[in-house]
């Protein structure tokens, strides 16, 4: 954690759901970026692949990275929107035309709209469990 601050970083942890590509960003666009680098590279062997696989690394550049984190965000909100589902398509924002019109933002901000709404829907999730907890301890009371 500490070498995460070092350097005027400031890099944390973040827990993500699992089996999720969509908010996995090694899954959403990382791993496939690296991996179509290295199949410009023959490789026979682990080694070859393991170098293949560094020198791509190596390569991605920072524009790519920056689009594969504004997707990331562009899933968040339409996960948001559709209330923890996974029933959306992800709209496709016009980065590259951005770039090239020199508007790329660092990142995308949600809407109130959608931060309101995923507000309230956890909030009714929160309280509907705390409702069924609440029925649950009543019964195992009356039981005794």
Same mark, same amino acid.
């Given at each position: @954690?500490?070498?995460?601050r070092?350097?005027?970083?400031d890099?944390? @942890?973040?827990?993500?759901?699992p089996?999720?590509?969509e908010?996995? !960003?090694?899954?959403?666009? +990382?791993?496939?970026?690296?991996?179509?680098?290295?199949?410009?590279?023959?490789?026979?062997?682990?080694?070859?692949?393991?170098?293949?696989?560094?020198g791509?690394?190596?390569?991605?550049? %920072?524009?790519?990275?920056?689009?594969?984190f @504004?997707?990331?965000?562009?899933? @968040?909100?339409?996960?948001?929107?559709?209330?923890?589902?996974?029933?959306?398509?992800?709209?496709?924002?016009?980065k590259?035309?951005?770039?090239?019109?020199?508007?790329?933002? !660092? /990142?995308?901000a949600? /809407?109130?709209? !959608? +931060?309101?709404?995923g !507000?309230?829907?956890?909030?009714?999730?929160?309280?509907?469990?705390?409702a069924?907890?609440?029925? %649950? %301890?009543?019964?195992?009371?009356?039981?005794?």
């Amino acid at each position: @954690m500490a070498a995460g601050r070092s350097g005027g970083w400031d890099i944390r @942890m973040r827990c993500q759901p699992p089996n999720l590509p969509e908010l996995n !960003v090694l899954d959403l666009g +990382y791993f496939r970026s690296i991996q179509s680098l290295q199949y410009q590279t023959e490789c026979r062997g682990v080694e070859a692949l393991l170098d293949a696989v560094n020198g791509a690394f190596s390569a991605m550049k %920072a524009d790519t990275l920056n689009k594969i984190f @504004m997707t990331l965000q562009t899933c @968040m909100e339409c996960i948001i929107r559709a209330n923890g589902g996974n029933n959306y398509k992800t709209p496709h924002r016009g980065k590259d035309a951005l770039k090239k019109a020199g508007q790329l933002p !660092v /990142s995308f901000a949600c /809407s109130a709209e !959608v +931060y309101d709404q995923g !507000v309230k829907f956890i909030r009714a999730a929160l309280e509907a469990k705390k409702a069924q907890e609440k029925k %649950a %301890a009543l019964e195992a009371r009356s039981k005794k």
